[in-house]
C-alpha cells in the first residue's frame, strides 16, 4: 500500500492517532468512528493526516487507500 502526500485515507475506528513532539507521542486519540483524512507527511511507519486542522499520526499499516 503507497500512500502520498494529498491523498485521501479511509482510517477505521479504534484506531489510535497520535500528536508528536520531537518524535515522542505527545497526545494519543482513539477513533470512535471510521475517518476518511488526508495525508500530510510521511515519517518511517507513520503518515500525518489532517484532522481537526492538525496533523496527527496513524501507523501505515492502519490506513486503507480510498
Known amino acids: 500500500m503507497n500512500n502520498s502526500v ?9 484506531t489510535s492517532l ?5 518524535g515522542t ?3 494519543v ?3 470512535e468512528k471510521p475517518k476518511y483524512l488526508l495525508v500530510c507527511e510521511e515519517k518511517d511507519s507513520k503518515l500525518g493526516v489532517d484532522f481537526q486542522g492538525d496533523v496527527w499520526y496513524v ?5 486503507y487507500n480510498v
Open 18 to 22: 497520535m500528536r508528536l513532539k520531537e
Open 59 to 63: 501507523e501505515k499499516r492502519q490506513v
Open 29 to 31: 486519540i482513539r477513533l
Open 6 to 14: 494529498g491523498d485521501l485515507v479511509y482510517i477505521p475506528s479504534d
Open 25 to 27: 507521542p505527545s497526545k
